[in-house]
Nanobody, 121 residues
Framework: EVQLVESGGGLVQPGGSLRLSCAAS????????MSWVRQAPGKGLEWVSG????????YYADSVKGRFTISRDNAKNTLYLQMNNLEPADAAVYYC??????????????WGKGTLVTVSP
């Protein structure tokens, strides 16, 4: 059974930073590309960032490029998202998602329950 458990969300001021973590289990984590996606209140699901199975390549939505960094530690079965210079538009529930491929992060088949990021003074 695939399990993805996000953590690290919380309340942060604009310009602040958070690091999200996703603990993965139930599959060979190091064999799959992973993504972070988010859903803001009243909005649809938005892809944020992706990473290939061995961290060879990383990808970012234009809205977060230069501010967010995706990484993974396959030995720890953990995916990370370092978020810097947070903006109010970044407020959302953040989900980690598993791809069905090692390199293509776009085709997702599992995701966690999410962690809430609130950006407010």
């Amino acid at each position: 059974e695939v399990q993805l458990v996000e953590s690290g969300g919380g309340l942060v001021q604009p310009g602040g930073s958070l690091r999200l973590s996703c603990a993965a289990s139930g599959f060979t984590f190091g064999s799959y590309a992973m993504s972070w996606v988010r859903q803001a209140p009243g909005k649809g699901l938005e892809w944020v960032s992706g990473i290939t199975s061995g961290s060879r390549s990383t990808y970012y939505a234009d809205s977060v490029k230069g501010r967010f960094t995706i990484s993974r530690d396959n030995a720890k079965n953990t995916l990370y998202l370092q978020m810097n210079n947070l903006e109010p538009a970044d407020a959302a529930v953040y989900y980690c998602a598993k791809s069905i491929y090692s390199g293509d992060y776009k085709f997702m088949d599992d995701w966690g329950k999410g962690t809430l990021v609130t950006v407010s003074p």
